[in-house]
């Protein structure tokens, strides 16, 4: 028996990147887009030239989604290797990946039997996602029940990001030009979060150490984790992901840790230097 594919797109941080040599996983890229110039969204990309990337772009850079046509050439091919596939993408509030994915499976209707999920995430979140996925099509699960192993994750995923570059919060009209020019005197950094799909700004802090500390104090407040990412970018957060990583072990000792570089169509979102938590709560912490 064929197994399900499962499709993603670009946005997507896998927590082991060679995942998709040993699973079915196909991921249709974003493209990143400085003015008349683009680039491909490729987990491959050094951070160094993501960043090198941002900083010589006179525009903010746009993440561009897949279009309905790239969906219907991934489902067309995978089409004719299997009859079912499982396509989970990034919060549709972020990207419209998700709507055109929906768009391109309806031309499969009676012929091949397409779920599209919304993860109500991005990144490192939306990996989680895709490998339970991928690991329950490996063991042959039905389409039905990897669509309910994702969307009993999807209530479970938290994340929070600080970015201390608040030009990026005024782009998305998330604050005012007089806030970002205040913020910037001021050495102010800014927390966002992710609720129901949407971006959201937090709450400010002064200084990037307590950006930290807020980071932490996050984590601290669930009882029980399954997995924490640390989401990093830059040459600044080295000594910050170390600091991170001890006091993230010591608040959860049995949680699986990981360390991961986000991508370019993120940084679109909170910029090439901010530093992020993901979080999948355990399912014991809900009982």
């Known amino acids: 028996m064929a197994l399900i594919n499962i499709v993603t797109d670009s946005s997507v941080c896998l927590p082991a990147p060679k995942i998709v040599d040993r699973y079915p996983i196909t991921i249709a890229p974003m493209t990143i887009r400085c003015g008349c110039n683009t680039v491909e969204d490729n987990p491959a990309i050094k951070p160094s030239d993501l960043i090198q990337f941002f900083d ?56 091949c ?107 601290s407040e669930f009882v029980s984790i399954e997995n924490i990412a640390i989401l990093q970018n830059g040459a600044k957060t080295d000594t910050e992901r170390h600091q991170l990583t001890e006091r993230l072990h010591s608040l959860h000792p049995n949680a699986q840790l990981n360390i991961s570089t986000y991508g370019h169509s993120l940084a679109t979102r909170i910029g090439p230097r901010s530093i992020g938590i993901v979080i999948l709560e355990a399912e014991d912490d809900l009982l």
């Open 113 to 219: 039997n397409i779920h599209v999920v919304d993860s109500k995430t991005t990144s490192f979140g939306l990996g989680l996602l895709v490998q339970a996925a991928a690991k329950a099509a490996i063991h042959h699960k039905t389409i039905d029940e990897l669509v309910r192993i994702v969307r009993g994750m999807i209530p479970r995923m938290y994340s929070i990001f600080f970015l201390d570059d608040l030009s990026y919060l005024e782009h998305d009209y998330l604050i005012s030009p007089s806030q970002a020019i205040l913020g910037k005197m001021l050495g102010i950094s800014a927390f966002l979060t992710i609720e129901d799909g949407q971006i959201l700004p937090m709450e400010k802090v002064r200084s990037r150490s307590k950006s930290l500390d807020k980071l932490v104090e996050f984590v």
């Open 56 to 111: 010589n772009c006179p525009v903010f850079p746009v993440a561009e989604a897949p279009s309905i046509e790239d969906f219907n050439t991934i489902y067309n091919r995978l089409s004719r290797e299997n009859d079912q596939i499982l396509s989970i993408h990034a919060s549709g509030q972020i990207y419209p990946a998700f709507a055109h994915a929906m768009k391109a499976s309806q031309r499969y209707l009676g012929r």
